[in-house]
Structure formats: C-alpha cells, structure tokens
C-alpha cells in the first residue's frame, strides 16, 4: 500500500521526541567537539597593484597594460621563491617558520584583466596571519628593484592586524547550526526509510491492501489502564471494545 504525504507526516510526528533526541545529542557532540578539539583558523588578505611599466604614447597603452598583465604570473611565482621567503623568515624570526611553511601558507590569486594581486594566509592567530601578509608584500615590493629592474608594484590594501574577523573554518556557533541541519535530516531521512522498509501490518486498511480480503474484525491494543480496569469490574465479559466485528 502506497503511503500518502499525511502518513509520512503523521509518522513524524508521531517520531517528534526520537527527532529530537537525535538532533540534541548531534549537536551537544558537535559542541564538545568544537570548544575542545577544532582550532579556530583566521584568514588575513591585502592587494598589490601592478601599474604600467613604462610612459608610452597614447596609441601604446593597450600594449603597456598587457604587458603588465603577463608581469603579474611571474610575480606570483617571485613572491613565493625562497629568495623572498628566507627574507621574510630573516627579518621576522617570530614567526617561527620556515621558508617551505612559509610558502605553504601563502595563497595568491589574481583575476583576468586584472592588475590586482590578493594575497593571503591562514593561521590560528589572525594577527599574525596579517603580520605575514605585510610582510611577504613589503619585502617584494623591496626585493623587485633589483631582482627585475621594475618599480611597478604598489601596496594597494594592506592586512589590518587590529581586525577582529570571525575564523574561516565556521566556529562553535556555525558548526552547531551545521549540526542541527545535517542531523534532523538524517533523523527524518532514517525514520522515512525504516518505515518504507517495515512490512508490518498496521491498520485493516494495510491488511486488505495486502491480503485482499476483507477484515471481519479486529483486536485494538490493551493497554495495561484496561486491564486494570477490568480486574476492577471481575472481568465482566462483554464490557470494554476488546473485540470489534464489522
């Protein structure tokens, strides 16, 4: 017998408190497991811009920008060279890094069309993410002089250590709500599927779907209320709606 969408929401309701139990219990776990064992993780971002290189005539500016454009993969590749990261590790020993972590941490991006570069780096410490952020740029900016005879990058947004961002990885707070959504759908997904694979006979609808004859009676269930009430009245035969016929 096909079940209608009233039988399924009937059933969950029915299931509402084992629902819920599910879902507290995922969320409690989720909690714990937050606040004692995932590290929150803070991402720091600044820009660098790469202007023109050269004055040219007005006709030639189109072929200037491309070329600043074709610049900038090989920018990215110099910022992450060891030449620029032992540099950085150099002047700020605090980091506590070496020029392979360094370069690990350091993610940088750039659009089409684009003279902008994105910098950024992941750590537990947002300061220090931003501190890193400044610094690998800084020193860039420094080391291309004399690496390309080029002057052509500015520091167009730099990390703000002071910021108070929220991690990147969620924190407690999303990861319960994360929880809460994850688990009342497997709750309400499980129940679902044991009740599509559960044969029992519930009702006399069930039965004469699946038997195709029809019910001539049926036995509700006695709770223990009745039978109380039934050694009350010494069992009188007859009294209570023990057996039905139809």
Not at 20 to 25: A, D, E
Not at 26 to 33: H, L
Request: aromatic content about 6%.
């Amino acid at each position: 017998m096909e079940k209608t969408i009233l039988d399924y929401i009937n059933l969950i309701k029915k299931k509402l408190w084992l629902i819920m139990v599910f879902v507290l219990i995922s969320c409690a776990t989720t909690f714990y497991v937050s606040k004692n064992f995932v590290a929150p993780v803070y991402s720091a971002s600044g820009q660098l811009l790469v202007n023109n290189v050269v004055n040219v005539p007005e006709s030639n500016n189109l072929n200037a920008l491309n070329f600043s454009l074709n610049l900038i993969e090989s920018y990215k590749e110099i910022m992450k060279s060891p030449t620029i990261m032992k540099s950085v590790i150099a002047e700020h020993p605090e980091f506590g890094l070496t020029a392979g972590q360094l370069a690990a941490k350091l993610q940088i991006k750039s659009s089409d069309k684009s003279q902008v570069i994105n910098l950024s780096v992941e750590d537990d410490n947002y300061a220090t993410a931003a501190t890193i952020v400044n610094a690998v740029s800084q020193t860039f900016i420094r080391s291309l002089p004399a690496l390309m005879n080029l002057d052509n990058v500015t520091f167009l947004t730099p990390a703000d250590p002071t910021a108070q961002p929220l991690p990147v990885n969620g924190g407690s707070t999303m990861n319960i709500l994360i929880s809460f959504v994850v688990s009342l759908m497997a709750a309400v997904g499980i129940i679902l599927l044991m009740e599509t694979l559960n044969g029992t006979l519930r009702n006399e609808k069930e039965a004469e779907f699946d038997l195709g004859i029809p019910v001539i009676a049926s036995i509700p269930a006695i709770r223990k209320r009745d039978l109380g009430k039934a050694a009350n009245d010494k069992a009188r035969v007859g009294e209570g709606k023990y057996v039905t016929a139809e």
